[in-house]
């Protein structure tokens, strides 16, 4: 008998928790405690009169790990709530790098003429290098770290995702 492969898939979710000490460790300890992977991890406070922070993950699994996932995360005491925004609709979801980039010449040119098709900022510059910043989507951001490869990338540092559903509805 063949067993059916289930698909792994990307899902991005968001987290209400209490914004006090420790909270972010237990929500890591869950997933390394498991073997899950987090691709993407963001946390900020986003309502200091309640004392609340958002944590976003991005991880991959099966439907039922992801499941798995979301139902150990709401047995956590501090966590308000639980949404996976991949399934609830539409998102809006972006990441900011900033991206190190060191030549001369024509790699120079090259390097200003994609950061300006991306739309990329320089927001720093010296006579040997650059710090573009990129704002966008993950895969936007992959692709403009890819080309400047060859152009001489010496660093870069990403934030992680940070995404939010469509519509009027909260978290």
Known sequence: MIKAVEEINRHTIAVLVDNEAGVL?????LFSGRGYNIESLTVAEVDPRNSLSRITIVTSGTRMIIEQIKNQLRRLVPVHKV??????????????????????GDKRVEALRIADVF?????????????????????KVDAFIKLME???????????????????NPL
């Open 25 to 29: 460790a237990r929500v890591i300890g």
């Open 150 to 168: 060859p152009l001489g990338l010496v660093e870069v540092s990403r934030t992680g995702v940070a995404a939010i559903a469509r519509g009027s």
């Open 83 to 104: 949404s996976d925004l991949t399934l609830e609709g539409p998102q809006v979801s972006r990441e900011l790098a900033l991206v190190k980039v060191a030549g001369g």
């Open 119 to 139: 739309r990329a900022r320089a927001v720093d510059t010296t006579n040997e290098s650059f710090v573009f910043e990129v704002v966008g989507a993950t895969e």
